[in-house]
């Protein structure tokens, strides 16, 4: 047998996608299961979005694409992050890549190794800290606390860089949490970084569309003396509903492009052009699909929240952001990923472990509400019987 390297067996992965390959099985053993476990909008991708995509095909867009993505793709996502951050993007140093991972991925990769350490979000997203173990840098987690309201604590966050930090990622609003860091906890983290201008930041912006009750989402793209170290992660996936279209972007700093660029060369080439077409008319074009898929995730909030904190037990704050729900399940008695294996093998209702988004997770799962409103009440329903008959 053939082993891979060291390196690859400190490769972790995401939980989410085997708990949707065993929803899937008891699915088609005939079960009626409720997935609210992956992290994917239930929408349709836009049709215009569609069409765009079937056109450029059509049109003969066949072949590869410039590494960095095309033009007035590059332009479109310039003029896009302009006009929600305020911030100056240059298309020069945007970066088209096949899904938000990608990013993460070679930032991790051109900043991890062994000796550093990196600091990343916990509970967040599992694919940071199996990249940082990937690369033989320290993963240093970073606590996200519920007393915080889920929001990232700029003097816990400060007091974890040390000489060996080489990155610091952040997430808001976050997944699993749908924490929404506050403009005053942003401004601290910014001011406190300048005392250390050796580390570089990732900031994980997927969700920057998807807030409610007109909270404010603070890009980091919108604080200028940090502009020649930070990483602006970003894609269509959730605020398009293109999760499968396999579309992201990022913006780098000057040092960090080329380094981009090359991994682009040495890996997948380009994305798929009719793909990037797509996402030209999805910038460019109307956004009132958008709207509508953030009116229907705001009532689910409500469903979800109010459904939650009405089981025994179970407590759950409001998610400001993305389109998770994270409820307290400690005082149930049980462990969150037994909770959550039982709930998905007895009572058919897909939910993730918080400890599968890390050590801070323990104690609460995950519930996507990217399932219709019926659906949404039913798993809840289920939820309490469970919770009050099973052991
Ligand atoms: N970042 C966060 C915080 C996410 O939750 C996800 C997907 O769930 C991604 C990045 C990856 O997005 P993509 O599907 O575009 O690779």
Request: with cysteine; hydrophobic share 45%.
């Amino acid at each position: 047998m053939i082993d891979p390297v060291a390196a690859l067996s400190r490769i972790g992965e995401e939980n989410a996608f085997a708990v949707l390959a065993r929803a899937t099985k008891l699915a088609q053993a005939g079960a009626d299961v409720i997935n609210l476990g992956i992290g994917q909008p239930d929408f349709a991708t836009p049709a215009h979005v569609v069409e765009a995509a079937v056109k450029a095909l059509r049109d003969g867009h066949h072949g590869y694409t410039p590494a960095t993505g095309i033009l007035p793709l590059r332009e479109a996502i310039a003029a896009d992050l302009n006009r929600r951050t305020g911030a100056p993007v240059d298309p020069e140093r945007v970066m088209i890549v096949p899904g938000g991972k990608v990013t993460m991925f070679m930032a991790i990769l051109m900043l991890g190794e062994p000796g550093a350490e990196i600091l990343y979000p916990d509970p967040g997203f599992p694919i940071y800290r199996s990249m940082i173990s990937f690369t033989g840098a320290r993963p240093v987690p970073i606590p996200i606390r519920e007393e915080n309201g889920f929001a990232f604590s700029a003097a816990e966050t400060l007091a974890l860089i040390g000489p060996k930090t080489r990155l610091v990622i952040l997430n808001s609003p976050a997944n699993p949490t749908g924490g929404v860091t506050p403009r005053a906890e942003i401004e601290a983290l910014v001011a406190g970084l300048a005392a250390h201008p050796h580390v570089a930041i990732l900031s994980d912006e997927i969700y920057g569309t998807m807030t409610y009750d007109g909270v404010e989402h603070v890009s980091l793209l919108s604080f200028p003396e940090i502009r020649d170290r930070l990483i602006h992660l970003d894609g269509a996936s959730k605020t398009y509903a293109m999760t499968g279209w396999r579309l992201g972007w990022s913006v780098w700093p000057e040092g960090l492009f080329e380094a981009a660029r090359k991994l682009a060369v040495n890996s997948f080439s380009c994305v798929n052009a009719a793909t990037q077409h797509a996402g030209i008319a999805a910038l460019t074009g109307p956004q009132e699909p958008v709207a509508e898929m953030m009116a229907a995730f705001d009532r689910r909030r409500t469903l979800v929240v109010e459904g939650l904190n009405a089981l025994p037990n179970v407590s759950c704050v409001t998610p400001a952001g993305a389109f998770y729900a994270f409820p307290n399940v400690r005082e149930t008695g049980w462990g969150a990923k037994v909770l959550a294996s039982a709930l998905l093998e007895r009572a058919h209702v897909a939910t993730i472990g918080g400890p599968d988004f890390g050590e801070y997770g323990e104690g609460y799962l995950r519930l996507s509400y990217a399932a219709s409103e019926s659906a949404i009440e039913t798993a809840l329903g289920r939820m309490e019987r469970f919770l009050r008959e099973e052991r």
